[in-house]
């Protein structure tokens, strides 16, 4: 039983493998399993696009907007009601709510508590009196009540220590508060100060209600004027008239209680009366004219009829699946150009797989951003940033690329949603300039002199269409501050991930290559401390390279980057090569020419050995591998024949394995390294010397075949040489010679004498 499920899953597992066999890549672009992951990628951005922007049947409602002029009539398909904007409606709510007046509570015994209140005063200045000494300190305590001050003169305090004042005024108290409570509604004075109400709602004891204004309140407070308490107060006598009518109004409680909870509900409740909507429009009628300004509450009833359309729907249409189709096939079509367009004039980037892919998530996540702007209420279409696309497709590729693809995507955008047609021409000028700025990137402070690009390439499309629609100045300057934001968020998108999609697409960018340049790096140290012949070898080889490959249009970084490290094998035999050996004799006098021969041309395998362990990217590997290209070591071929006259020697054996260069760069450094080498031996140095040795030994190049795969036109060569000898000249220039101070021992300058001309082409040890 278990076996027979072992084998069961054996199989199965076999099937699948199989099944993921034939859907791999097979490596031919144009093989269908190829070709199928391609349309693969394509169909997913096609289907991308309508998630983001989910298409919808039936009645299009135009996008208008307040200020703008309607280029068509606007009816109403349907009835709908029309809501009040939020920040309408909280300041409808908030002026229902103020207009519930405050609720106050009649207090039934509040004129015995104001007796009560008068009583208790004047037994504590009883008390006051009443003490063997009167001391300031209590007699200004009488001043106060419950932390009040009840603002009374000195010379009225000690009225109060007096009996018959006392006792008049308790009489007072007991013959006029009992009216007064009956005739006035009495409250504090802060709290009448701080009523917004014309009237308060006052609740009687039997729960019967009636407003009262505003005007009838009295506020309670020492010294208060209160209507008929001064006409009574007359019967005191002019020495204690002043000091009742002082004294008793902060003595007093008030006969109106607030009831703030009560309020708050009834408050509460005329919010909620408040109707969320502003009105309703009937089926067939007119919401904007054509050819008219639209006002802003004809923008807010467009608003509202599309959003009564989305609810009404309800779900997937018949016309929704329709013009899904529509769309799909449309966003299908265009890709399909911009496939096509790479098949005939990109095929590096079609044949690669990873670069489609890369480019794919590029463009998917500019549409994700899109789609994410087409919802956000506010935020407008032209603040896509296109320019992102456009900045890492010309960092990874070309500045072509870049702006073909910033076309394909500008078009693509602008037919989605309702991101509409500003964002194509401000996504192409942008796009454009962000491409352009980036063409040649040296360090990562380029990246801000693009976003300066992208900023004006933005402001330039935003200031014409604001030309064309006539924008108000206000409605220009936000589009300009949208426009910074996207270019902003274009560079910083493109900062942030430019590691991570170069390291995807398995390109290398003149950031990485500046990086390599670096001469601190641990492979070129270990060069120049192992093999310092070779490192200075290497260096005058880089100004060669990057010197020509600048004049025929080639990548001269890549160039000047990929001659540091053409020789790093030599670092694992340094004493096999002549640049390293001193005057201890020579290593391939004791071996063999076929063992010799080995040693030489392992310095490309270990080369690219030590490459690939130092992590170094592909295209710097191409120059290890291409710089002698399938060459054949003509001194150890010759000397084999010398010591073995009688036999014929393995050609294979003398031949560097290759491949032959495939680009303009690892040309450029093939010829660079063998006319550094040969020009060591030319004796008095001149621009037609070094010429002479640079044609040599470009013509054998050519008679080898070496060139035959880079593209090098004859024109190129011709730049390639003149710029040689412009080096070559600037380095081995004459020199003073100084009297006593011999250059030259007189054997080897009687070696030199018998030199040849120019110097045989073709050095032992490559």
């Known amino acids: 039983m278990n076996d027979r499920w072992v084998r069961r899953m054996e199989r199965v597992a076999g099937e699948i493998g199989d099944a993921i066999q034939r859907w791999r890549p097979s490596g031919d672009p144009t093989a269908p399993i190829d070709l199928a992951w391609r349309l693969g990628l394509l169909g997913a951005l096609a289907t991308l696009a309508l998630v983001l922007f989910p298409p919808r049947g039936g009645y299009d409602v135009p996008r208008v907007r307040a200020g703008t002029v309607a280029s068509e009539d606007v009816i109403a398909p349907i009835d709908f009601e029309v809501p009040r904007s939020e920040e309408e409606l909280a300041s409808r709510r908030e002026q229902a709510a103020l207009t519930v007046p405050p609720v106050f509570a009649e207090v039934p015994a509040a004129a015995d508590s104001a007796i009560a209140a008068v009583d208790a005063y004047l037994e504590r200045a009883t008390e006051v009196d009443e003490r063997d000494t009167v001391t300031p300190a209590a007699l200004e305590s009488l001043n106060r009540v419950d932390g009040r001050s009840l603002g009374l003169r000195p ?108 309020t708050a509900i009834r408050r509460q409740q005329a919010r909620e009366a408040v109707e969320p909507i502003e009105e309703e429009v009937l089926q067939g ?87 994410f702007v087409d919802r956000v209420e506010g935020v407008p279409g032209h603040a896509v940033p296109i320019a992102f696309a456009s900045v890492m497709v010309a960092v990874l590729w070309n500045t072509r690329l870049s702006a073909v693809t910033t076309l394909f995507l500008a078009v693509f955008l602008a037919s989605q949603g309702e991101l509409g047609m500003p964002l194509l021409w401000t996504g192409l000028l942008a796009g454009l300039a962000g491409g352009w700025s980036v063409r040649r990137i040296r360090r990562r402070t380029h990246f801000y002199e693009s976003l300066v690009f992208i900023f004006v390439g933005h402001a330039t499309a935003v200031g014409l269409i604001a030309l064309l629609r006539l924008w108000e100045l206000t409605e220009f300057g936000v589009a300009v501050a949208w426009g910074g934001l996207s270019a902003a968020l274009a560079v910083f998108l493109a900062m942030g991930l430019l590691p991570v999609l170069e390291w995807a697409s398995g390109r290398t960018t003149d950031l990485t290559l500046l990086e390599l340049a670096d001469l601190n790096r641990p492979l070129l140290k270990r060069l120049l401390l192992e093999a310092p012949g070779t490192y200075h070898h290497a260096i005058i080889v880089g100004n060669l390279a990057e010197s020509a490959a600048e004049g025929i249009g080639a990548n001269s970084l890549l160039a000047r980057v990929g001659a540091y490290y053409h020789d790093i094998g030599k670092i694992e035999r340094p004493e096999y090569f002549a640049e390293n050996q001193g005057k201890g004799g020579n290593p391939h006098d004791a071996l063999s020419a076929r063992a010799s021969a080995r040693i030489v041309i392992r310095h490309v395998t270990d080369g690219v050995a030590l490459a690939k362990g130092a992590g170094l990217p592909e295209v710097v590997v191409d120059f290890i591998r291409e710089h002698h290209g399938t060459t054949r070591l003509t001194y150890f071929w010759e000397r084999t024949e010398e010591e073995s006259p009688l036999s014929t020697p393995t050609e294979s054996e003398f031949r560097y394995p290759g491949p032959k260069p495939r680009s303009k760069e690892t040309a450029v450094v093939m010829l660079a390294d063998s006319v550094e080498a040969a020009s060591r031996t030319v004796r008095d140095p001149s621009p037609e010397r070094f010429r002479e040795v640079v044609q040599r030994i470009v013509e054998m190049k050519l008679e080898e075949r070496q060139l035959e795969r880079t593209g090098l036109a004859f024109a190129d060569l011709s730049t390639v040489e003149e710029k040689f000898v412009s080096v070559l000249t600037g380095i081995h220039h004459h020199r003073i010679e100084y009297p006593g101070v011999p250059l030259h021992a007189p054997e080897e300058e009687a070696k030199h004498e018998r030199a040849d001309t120019v110097p045989r082409v073709g050095p032992a040890t490559g």
């Open 155 to 262: 010379a009225e305090l000690r009225d109060l220590l007096r009996a018959g004042v006392r006792d008049s005024l308790r009489a007072f108290a007991r013959e006029a508060l009992p009216e007064l409570y009956r005739r006035r509604w009495l409250i504090p004075a802060d709290d009448r100060e701080g009523l917004s109400s014309a009237q308060i709602a006052l609740r009687r004891p039997d729960a019967q209600e009636e407003l009262v204004a505003r005007s009838e309140l009295v506020g309670l407070a020492p010294g208060a004027e209160i209507p008929g308490l001064g006409r009574r107060a007359r019967d005191l006598g002019p020495d204690l008239e002043p000091l009742a009518l002082q004294l008793i109004p902060g003595l007093i409680p008030p006969n109106l209680r607030p009831r703030p909870a009560v």
């Open 285 to 371: 009628e007119l919401i904007v004219g054509a050819h008219t300004r639209v006002t802003p509450g004809q923008e807010a009833k467009v608003r509202a009829l599309a959003a009564e359309l989305e609810r009404s729907r309800g779900g997937v249409t018949p016309e929704d699946v329709q013009v899904a189709m529509g769309k799909l096939g449309l966003n299908a079509a265009l890709l399909l150009l911009f496939g096509f367009y790479l098949f005939l004039y990109c095929r590096d980037v079609f044949d690669d797989l990873r670069a489609l892919a890369v480019i794919v998530v590029v463009w998917g996540l500019v549409a994700g951003i899109g789609g």
